[in-house]
């Protein structure tokens, strides 16, 4: 009888200890959970620290025409009957005027290589890239791809250029954390954090060769040719493009994978353009004619 008597009392005693030790246990609990977000936070913050480096911007300048339809119409030959071939609208410099343009880009070797997005240089003019730094090289066109939307950038220097490490973007899953660098709107030197929304979009319509990685990193105008990160500080991509109704970030960006990339350079490295093999072969419906 005396141990039966024993249970409620040892029962109370257990209750009562949990009880004082909960408050203690929560706090060490929070504790542990505070450092976890912090080493977590450490860790975006050393890849940020190691890749910024060799994060640049480039700024283009390029001519382009200013053919309006006013001037289209005073193009018209009776035009030129009437006031002869030297009236002012023939004069080819009134149509055409200087634009600027900017974008990202990130260093892949130490020989100054530079991979960015067509877009960003095409028609370009003149080239001149930030370094982090703050100082400023012109550089040269090696050659790019319009069909994937790739370009190969080089400039010259007399001193040691930090490097970007190229990772495997086969190997990417969904819902792992990402980290764009880029300069949106000119602001140099922009992380932004996200996941891995979704691999191998295709039928986007913004390339012709499309295997995008989806991100919800912002992405956003000049972030164009920077790097999309792994945790771990390799490059997995290249910022491209965002899909938005305003013109501004709305969750959906895509960035070019960057073993597409990989084999692009190769090409661009070897022979200033990329050659691809086609089929010399027409699809068509089969009818009763044909049949």
């Not at 009776?78 to 005027?97: A, L, M, S, T």
């Not at 970030?249 to 661009?268: D, H, S, T, W």
């Amino acid at each position: 009888m005396s141990n039966i008597r024993a249970y409620p009392l040892i029962a109370i005693l257990v209750v009562a200890s949990v009880l004082l030790l909960a408050p203690f246990m929560s706090r060490a609990q929070t504790s542990k959970d505070i450092e976890l977000l912090d080493r977590s936070a450490k860790a975006f913050s050393r890849v940020v620290k190691d890749v910024r480096p060799a994060v640049v911007h480039i700024a283009v300048t390029s001519t382009v025409d200013m053919n309006t339809e006013y001037e289209e119409f005073f193009n018209h030959p009776f035009f030129e009957r009437f006031f002869g071939p030297e009236y002012p609208f023939r004069d080819p410099n009134r149509r055409k005027r200087q634009q600027q343009g900017a974008g990202s880009g990130f260093i892949i070797n130490k020989d100054g290589h530079i991979l960015t997005n067509n877009h960003v240089i095409e028609k370009a003019d003149k080239i001149t890239v930030t370094l982090a730094d703050k100082s400023q090289v012109e550089a040269t066109l090696i050659g790019s791809d319009p069909k994937s939307d790739v370009a190969l950038i080089k400039i010259d220097v007399d001193h040691d250029l930090p490097t970007v490490e190229m990772g495997d973007s086969e190997s990417l899953d969904v819902g792992e954390w990402v980290i764009a660098i880029g300069n949106p709107f000119g602001l140099n030197q922009t992380v932004t954090v996200g996941v891995v929304s979704a691999t191998g979009r295709s039928r986007v319509g913004i390339n012709e060769y499309e295997n995008f990685i989806q991100t919800d990193a912002a992405i956003n105008p000049g972030n164009s040719g920077g790097p999309l990160l792994n945790i771990r500080g390799q490059v997995v991509g290249i910022n491209s493009a965002l899909y938005s109704r305003t013109g501004g970030y709305m969750g959906i960006g895509f960035a070019i994978p960057i073993n597409m990339a990989k084999y692009i350079n190769e090409q661009l490295m070897a022979q200033g353009k990329v050659t691809r093999g086609y089929l010399g072969v027409g699809i068509q419906d089969v009818d009763e004619g044909l049949a």
